[in-house]
C-alpha cells in the first residue's frame, strides 16, 4: 500500500515569496491533516479536513496561510507572503475514519527555508 | 488547552542500558495516548499506543502504560539498541476533537556502541 506522499521534500525562498505544498494521501482516507513542525518543537495541527470540508482550521494564519482539498483527495498548502517564522517542516497525515484512535500515517514532510 | 510535556532531551545510552522518557499530559476529556517515532531522515511512525487508563501499548521491546492517576505514559525499553537511535514523540488525541494530534516537544536519544 502506497504511503503519504508530499511534494516537494525541500523549498528555499526569500521572504516575502509565496510557496505550495501537495500531499496526496493513502488511497481511501477521508481525513487529511496539515501539521507545522518548527525545529526542536513537536508537530503542531494547522487544518484538518474531513473529505473536501473543513473540520479544524483554528491554528491555521488565516491571514497568509491557505489550504484546499478538491474532490476530497490530494490537498495544497500554500503560503503567501512568507515570513521568516514559516521555516519549519511540513506535514501531511490521514487516517482512513473521522474521529477516533486510528492511526495516523505521515508523509515524508516538506522543509521549508525562508531566507 | 490539551497539552503534552516530555522530558527534555538529548538523551545519550550506552547499548543495553535501560530506557526511559517521562511523559504527562493535561487533558479535559479521555484521550487517547501515543508514541511516535521519527528516525533520521524518515517520517514520523506510530511507535506505540493506549486508548484508556491502565491500557498497556508495546511494540519493538518499547512499553507505556496509560497512568490516568498520574497523567502520564512513560516509554521504556529493558535494552536499546544503537537503531533505536531517533526522536521519540508522546502524543495525545481526543476523539471528541476530531482525532488530532497534540505532541510534545520530542525527546531525541542517541544510543552509543
Known amino acids: 500500500e502506497a504511503g503519504v506522499a508530499q511534494s516537494p521534500r525541500y523549498k528555499i525562498i526569500e521572504k516575502r515569496q509565496s510557496v505550495a505544498f501537495w500531499c496526496n494521501p493513502i488511497s481511501g482516507h477521508a481525513t487529511l491533516y496539515w501539521y507545522q513542525q518548527i525545529l526542536g518543537q513537536g508537530p503542531k495541527l494547522l487544518i484538518q479536513f474531513q473529505n473536501n470540508g473543513v473540520v479544524d482550521d483554528s491554528q491555521l494564519p488565516k491571514d497568509r496561510f491557505s489550504a484546499e482539498r478538491l474532490k476530497g483527495v490530494d490537498s495544497t498548502l500554500k503560503i503567501q507572503p512568507a515570513k521568516l517564522e514559516d521555516s519549519a517542516v511540513y506535514l501531511c497525515a490521514s487516517i482512513s475514519t473521522g474521529t477516533g484512535i486510528n492511526e495516523q500515517f505521515f508523509g515524508p514532510g516538506t522543509r521549508l527555508t525562508v531566507l | 488547552g490539551d497539552s503534552v510535556t516530555q522530558m527534555e532531551g538529548p538523551v545519550t545510552l550506552s547499548e543495553e542500558a535501560f530506557l526511559t522518557i517521562n511523559c504527562t499530559y493535561t487533558a479535559t476529556g479521555y484521550p487517547s495516548l501515543f508514541w511516535y517515532v521519527q528516525y533520521p531522515g524518515e517520517g514520523l511512525q506510530l511507535l506505540l499506543k493506549?486508548?484508556?487508563?491502565?491500557d498497556k501499548g508495546s511494540n519493538k521491546g518499547f512499553e507505556a502504560t496509560y497512568r490516568k492517576e498520574t497523567t502520564s505514559f512513560h516509554l521504556e525499553k529493558g535494552s536499546v539498541q544503537v537503531s533505536d537511535s531517533a526522536v521519540y514523540f508522546c502524543?495525545?488525541?481526543?476523539?471528541?476533537?476530531?482525532?488530532?494530534?497534540?505532541f510534545g516537544q520530542g525527546t531525541e536519544l542517541s544510543v552509543k556502541p
Open positions: 502524543a495525545l488525541s481526543d476523539p471528541n476533537q476530531g482525532g488530532k494530534l497534540i
Open positions: 493506549a486508548t484508556k487508563a491502565d
